[in-house]
């Protein structure tokens, strides 16, 4: 069966700690992705993985930097937490992108973070 | 750029009754869209895509939706509402480069008894 997981459920930061969040998954997966889930906005795209050390930015990449140094680990870093940052994370993997196949998106249980 | 719209961020329907959640979505492009679930503390989980083989989808748990393209909609539809039907649902829509997406604010789903 399908699983990412996501290091921790609930997490809770002071304003300018940094904070790892740590995705792993067990798909042989390409492509892996981080989001923030906000009330009312939806998921927003943060960065995108495709491949070991290769990323892109999403659409709100500032304040965030991400790492991947193997193929099924993907790490979400806030350098200097902001308590704007407090939101829902949400992990995902799927298949590397092909012209003729779509492929859906396998999401993580969401690490809520706080920060104070 | 693609764009997603949820018409309406919280949906209230007895057991039973009709589940309409709407979504439109604007392409440049002959889209592929998404609708996914949410229970709550949970991640999110596929209820159904389409990819421009058939315009009636049919997903999980008695959940379809149908692509009209005149329309730039996507609706999601049950029957029948159950108690077990309360989440968020979101639609998405792939964007033209690598496999993101892009997500509307979503629907809250309420289902009373």
């Known amino acids: 069966d399908v699983k990412v997981t996501q290091s921790s459920r609930y997490l809770v930061k002071r304003t300018g700690e940094k904070v790892f969040l740590e995705c792993v998954q067990d798909?042989?997966?390409?492509?892996m992705f981080w989001y923030r889930q906000d009330p009312g906005l939806g998921l927003r795209l943060i960065y995108f993985?495709?491949?070991?050390?290769?990323?892109e930015k999403g659409d709100i990449p500032e304040g965030y930097s991400v790492s991947r140094e193997k193929k099924e680990r993907f790490s979400l870093i806030l350098e200097s937490a902001s308590t704007n940052q407090t939101s829902m994370y949400l992990c995902a993997s799927s298949p590397r992108t092909e012209i003729r196949r779509v492929y859906e998106q396998y999401f993580g249980p969401g690490t809520r973070l706080t920060v104070t | 750029a693609q764009s997603v719209t949820q018409l309406g961020s919280h949906v209230s329907v007895s057991e039973g009754a009709l589940v309409l959640l709407r979504c439109n979505y604007s392409?440049?492009?002959?889209?592929?869209l998404f609708w996914y679930v949410q229970y709550p503390n949970q991640g999110l989980q596929l209820l159904l895509k389409y990819t421009s083989a058939a315009t009636l989808v049919k997903g999980i748990n008695g959940f379809e939706a149908e692509f009209k393209k005149s329309e730039t909609s996507f609706h999601l539809t049950k029957p029948s509402a159950h108690m077990s039907d309360a989440a968020e649902y979101f639609c998405?829509?792939?964007?033209?480069?690598?496999?993101?997406?892009?997500f509307g604010g979503g629907t809250r789903l309420m289902v009373k008894p």
């Open positions: 993985s495709y491949d070991v050390k290769m990323k």
């Open positions: 998405a829509v792939r964007r033209r480069a690598g496999n993101m997406l892009t």
């Open positions: 798909m042989d997966h390409e492509n």
């Open positions: 392409s440049s492009v002959p889209p592929y």
